[in-house]
């Protein structure tokens, strides 16, 4: 979890959990748990920021070829004293890029209640190049906190292409009534229980036996924003009505 910046291409499939478990059963041969968690399995816990226009929100919901969020982010179980991750994610068409730093979650919060013209080398960082891409990111936006995103991941890696990641997400919830992430993985569900994130994460083509098994088991390609969801779940009252709303239940899949 330490890379701090890197590039990749994601494919995004929603699943049922038969699906899932048929899926891991044929690519175990290929695929190995991720080194972090108990065999590749650990909870994600996100502080996503908004835009008072809800830049984000409209930039993702209208597909942007370029787009980007801000987002602080810390796994499994964790105090204010602990390790955090801050991060821009950013999208060029179907090309990710993120650039992290790792903080001190109590840093990170020292940073966003501080005054805005506090020296950036004041704060305890792993990159302070980083930091000065989300502080100017910030400023651009006005962005602030504005939801709390978490689920429990399952992840895993090509054994012969190690740039090969799969990730299944489950138990998608998110809340904005309680903003400090320290306090763990709760709130409202998003995205039907019985339905699974899949992303597969390539540095250029999906490998012709995954594509395969995908095909077979009839999973479907489809993007599934959990910041767009969350937010039209919390703010539903400041969404226009003709936007068409994710719709992401058991029902539209099969």
Sequence with gaps: MAIEIFRRKEQKYLIT????????????PNMRPDKNGIEGRYTITTLYFESPDKRIYFETKNKYKYRQKLRLRVYDDTSINGKAFFEVKQKHKKVVNKRR???????AYRYLTNNLDLPLKEYDTSNT?????????????NLYPEMVVSYDRHALHGIDDPDLRITCDFNLRCRNDDLSIEHGPFGKHFIDPNLVVLEVKVNDSVPLW??????????EQRGAS?????????????IPNNLIKEELQLAGVM
Excluded: A, G
Aim: glycine fraction near 0%; include cysteine; proline fraction near 2%.
């Design 129 to 141: 190049q980083v930091l000065r891409e989300i502080h100017y990111f910030r400023q651009l936006y």
């Design 210 to 219: 995954l594509t395969r098994i995908l095909q077979d088991l009839q999973c």
């Design 226 to 238: 959990k910041f767009c969801t969350s937010l039209e779940l919390l703010r539903s009252e400041e």
């Design 17 to 28: 959990k038969e699906q899932y478990d048929e899926l891991v059963k044929q690519i175990l």
């Design 101 to 107: 730093m790792v903080i001190p979650l109590k840093e």
